[in-house]
């Protein structure tokens, strides 16, 4: 893997971040806060970690990296990635397995609202 310098990410609480990008599963977040771009990963212990803050060319080229060298972890069954492809279920990262993309169709299936109720009279 890349030799990427993490830091601990401490989010200003008076700064919104925006989410641009995600990677297959999630696993890194392309982020942008306070005029600054960075990338996001998950911390075992809880919270995240933050790399490549700066300019949004600094934070790109670490994005481009660990998400090329990322995928190419990932080995996919062309089932899977059919699957993937097609899912557009409103999840914020496409499903990892054909079984995964049925149970996010059904959950949100069963979850969708309905019509609205009629109003009393």
Do not use: K
């Not at 060298?69 to 492809?85: T, V, Y």
Request: aromatic residues 6%; negative net charge.
């Amino acid at each position: 893997m890349a030799d990427i310098e993490w830091e601990i990410y401490r989010r200003p609480e008076t700064e919104p971040i925006r989410i641009a990008d995600t990677s297959c599963c999630g696993a890194y977040e392309f982020a942008s806060q306070g005029g600054q771009y960075l990338v996001l990963r998950r911390r075992p212990g809880g919270g995240y970690e933050e790399a490549g803050r700066g300019l949004h060319r600094q934070a790109q080229a670490v994005w481009d990296l660990l998400v090329t060298e990322h995928s190419g972890s990932h080995r996919r069954s062309p089932d899977e990635i059919n699957a993937a492809a097609v899912y557009r279920g409103g999840a914020d990262r496409a499903p990892a397995s054909v079984q995964e993309a049925a149970q996010h169709q059904e959950l949100n299936r069963q979850t969708r609202p309905g019509p609205a109720p009629e109003a009393a009279p």
